[in-house]
């Protein structure tokens, strides 16, 4: 049973196109999160949602936009993608917000890469 | 401002121990987390400490001086499984996860 899952796992796409990621847990987690990884490794947080409420949505270009459609689901959407864009995205969930933010479950990953 | 800071690699021998260490500078504080990264998998939770003291779970351990800042994890009788990159984050006063850049740790035979 694959807790926190994302599709593609890779993506390889052109400067200018839009494309999406996706995201599903089945822990019944109430927070969701995006992180972007970049080669440096660095894991810098992007947006987080609370029961499809978004709550942390960190300095990140509006060309990025997620959705939650329901509380186990947590899509981004990527517009007139750019080279700067290329890194693994991941997904992650976790109980609650509060300290049951700390511990969280990571999803696979996506390795987006524009060229 | 907030911040995290980790060594970027460190080495060790199959068998012995490691200690990677750890400071943070955050606005208020609310634990310390560390979290194992195998090259191109996703990060997994490995400990949290919000009192000052050493935690030990099996092989690995986690210390935390709060006075201080600062953390580490220790790693006893290194396997070849343990080559990761390790992360360190610290929680601050809005409960937000604050991330270290990892330690790469390279074990050697």
């Known amino acids: 049973d694959t807790a926190v899952s994302q599709t593609p796992k890779y993506l390889v796409t052109q400067m200018g196109n839009d494309k999406s990621i996706k995201c599903e847990q089945n822990l019944g987690h109430d927070t969701m999160y995006w992180y972007k990884q970049d080669s440096k490794k660095f894991l810098k947080i992007m947006f987080s949602y609370n029961n499809k409420e978004l709550i942390i949505n960190e300095t990140v270009p509006n060309r990025f936009s997620p959705k939650s459609p329901d509380k186990a689901h947590l899509n981004l959407h990527i517009n007139s993608l750019e080279l700067g864009d290329s890194a693994v995205y991941f997904c992650a969930s976790s109980q609650d917000t509060g300290l049951a933010g700390g511990r969280q479950y990571f999803g696979p990953g996506t390795r987006l890469t524009v060229t | 401002g907030q911040n995290i800071d980790q060594p970027t690699e460190m080495t060790a021998t199959e068998g012995a121990i490691v200690q990677i260490n750890c400071t943070y500078q955050t606005s208020g504080f609310n634990g310390l987390f560390w979290y194992q990264q195998h090259a191109g998998e996703a990060p997994t939770f490995l400990s949290y400490n919000?009192?000052?003291?050493?935690?030990?779970?099996?092989?690995?351990?986690?210390?935390?001086?709060?006075s201080k800042g600062y953390s580490y994890l220790l790693l006893k009788e290194l396997q070849m499984k343990d080559s990761a990159s390790y992360l360190c984050a610290a929680m601050d006063s809005n409960y937000q996860l604050i991330w270290g850049a990892g330690t790469k740790l390279i074990i050697k035979p």
């Open chain 2, 50 to 66: 919000v009192l000052d003291g050493l935690e030990e779970k099996g092989r690995f351990s986690s210390f935390l001086s709060r």
